[in-house]
């Protein structure tokens, strides 16, 4: 395994890869030589400043996680990652306090006048008069995001004797009052209650010039902004306008839409009140240490078959999230792999049932295990992160459903796979603590551990069929390790089928063989990856 950190991300990361990987530091580079050299790393490790590109993640062809060293991942192509079926994960909590902190500054900064009266008192002046600032005691703090920062920025603010509003459409009412602010339903009410505002959210389409020539216009005249987030969550162009009128009294900006060319910003020739600082935001000793540990123990965790606590593409295999139904994911993706290779005809619809214990529990993590079982079987490169995307991008359905008919096992894991031509379910379940099982197929019940190498026979009911493939698979010099014959639970016929596992690969000319047997109907090899 090979590791590629960059972008000036603290040592102490690299001792920590140093037990699975060869960890090479370099400087940043431009996307050529990046693409170039990504070739032959398992992961690469960033700050802000290197851009990971579609033509960076297509030429990381063992790519298998990008790390970002902080919260944002706008530098990196989460969609180009996603369909190569690299992993992105961050450190959403690492550098907390100290944006937390850069937003508090930024507004008791701008709030007393401090750059522009440290300045004037370099060069020799004494204005006291001209710098005098008001207090934030009283005002009202206005807050956009209510994520950990966000949360952070509240505490301090009302220790602070500031009234807190916050706007977030992802939290409750009930979390927000707890810690003594107030919740706005709605931004059109917002705006006019603020006399400071605060930006603590990631830059989606949502929020891109979310703060923007009307929004400004609908803001108490002289309200005090503060950015530290993201750059293009506000127009720059329209707060400069705003704070040149008057409509906006200050700002305290410390991320930009042109980083790191800050000439290219508005601002930078703007005329009123504006503070800048270069993305201090997560600047700290402290904070950079934390999230290079953070993100180098994700990659460490990943590259050793492990899970990611904070994946941006697959939020759906966080570790938090795993945890609960860890013990069926080996299960429900064999499951998958079983279904699709007994299924003859072009996939059309997935349909997945938990049942038991199962169905008090988030089981989007199985949901995906299923799909990446089903598509490894006729799909290249399939991992944890791509297999929904192929199922998107093909057009199949899959729906998900909880059932609470009594249930005999601790949990169990139905998959109906639907083609053009048929239709079949296989049924795993755990029937003990650590004992996973397949336990039907169609109609079939049974109860047999999931095996690299397994052949589905279905033959008539009659004397002699299991010592004859028996003997041909001897006679191919083929191991039998277990072997079970199973009826239906109707016996509405005559036909059982016997699922025999074995030590190796079943070749097609004794699968061949064995078909040519009376009475065998249409036996199957099936792999799979226990």
């Known amino acids: 395994m090979k590791v590629l950190i960059t972008d000036k991300i603290n040592e ?13 530091f370099i400087p940043t580079l431009p996307e050529d030589e990046l693409a170039e050299k990504i070739k032959d790393y398992d992961a690469l490790m960033i700050r802000s400043q290197t851009k990971v590109t579609k033509k960076i993640l297509e030429a990381g062809k063992n790519l298998k996680i990008v790390g970002r060293a902080g919260v944002g991942v706008d530098n990196v192509d989460i969609d180009a990652a996603t369909q190569a079926g690299v992993i992105v994960v961050n450190s959403p909590d690492g550098n907390t306090n100290a944006a937390a902190e850069h937003t508090l500054a930024l507004m008791l900064a701008m709030s007393r006048n401090i750059p522009a009266a440290a300045k004037s008192t370099k060069d020799g002046k004494w204005e006291r008069s001209k710098f005098t600032g008001v207090e934030v005691f009283g005002k009202t703090l206005g807050i956009i995001g209510f994520g950990k920062i966000g949360q952070h920025v509240a505490h301090v603010a009302i220790a602070l004797g500031m009234n807190v509003v916050v ?40 929020t891109t010039s ?19 987030a993201r750059g293009g969550i506000i127009d720059e162009a329209a707060l400069k306008e705003a704070l040149e009128s008057g409509q906006v009294q200050a700002a305290a900006i410390d991320v930009f839409e042109t980083e790191p060319d800050i000439t290219a910003s508005p601002l930078y020739s703007c005329s009123g009140n504006v503070t800048m600082t270069p993305h201090l935001g997560a600047s700290t000793a ?45 299960l429900a993706e064999n499951i998958g792999a079983l279904v699709k290779q007994i299924s003859k005809g072009n996939l059309k619809n997935i349909n997945i049932t938990v049942n038991g214990n199962l169905s008090e529990l988030n089981v989007a993590p199985l949901e995906v295990a299923v799909q990446k079982g089903i598509f490894s079987s006729f799909v290249e490169s ?18 998900t459903s909880k059932s609470q008919k009594d249930c005999t096992f601790l949990g169990s894991i139905s998959v109906t796979l639907t083609t053009d031509i048929e239709e079949n ?35 008539e009911n009659k004397p002699s069929m299991v010592a004859k493939v028996a003997v041909v698979i001897g006679e191919h010099n083929i191991n039998i390790n277990r072997m079970q014959v199973a009826q239906k639970s109707n016996k509405s016929d005559n036909v059982s089928i016997m699922i025999i596992t074995t030590d190796k690969d079943v070749d097609d000319l004794t699968m061949e063989t064995i078909n040519k047997i009376d009475g065998i109907k249409n036996a199957q090899y099936i792999k799979l990856n226990p």
Request: aromatic letters at 6%; a neutral charge.
């Open 12 to 24: 102490a990361a690299g001792k920590i890869l140093e037990g699975v990987a060869q960890v090479d």
């Open 167 to 206: 706007s977030d459409p992802y939290t409750t009412k009930e979390a927000v009052e707890k810690i003594g602010a107030k919740y706005v339903t709605s931004l059109d009410e917002f705006w006019g209650q603020c006399d400071y505002i605060t930006i603590h959210t990631p830059k989606t389409k949502e």
């Open 210 to 228: 979310l703060i923007n020539k009307n929004t400004l216009n609908r803001m108490k005249k002289g309200v005090r902004i503060i950015n530290c």
């Open 286 to 330: 402290e904070a950079q240490f934390n999230v290079a540990i953070d993100v180098a123990e994700q990659i460490k965790e990943v590259l050793s078959g492990g899970s990611a606590k904070a994946a941006i593409n697959i939020p759906a295999l966080k570790s938090s999230v795993i945890e609960p139904v860890k013990d069926y994911m080996s």
């Open 382 to 399: 399939v991992n944890f992160v791509n297999a929904p995307l192929i199922a998107k991008n093909r057009g199949i359905n899959v729906v």
């Open 425 to 459: 379910t296989v049924t795993g379940a755990l029937i003990a603590k650590n004992m996973p099982r397949i336990v039907r197929i169609n109609d079939y019940n049974m109860s047999i551990e999931a095996e690299e190498h397994m052949l589905i026979v279905p033959h």
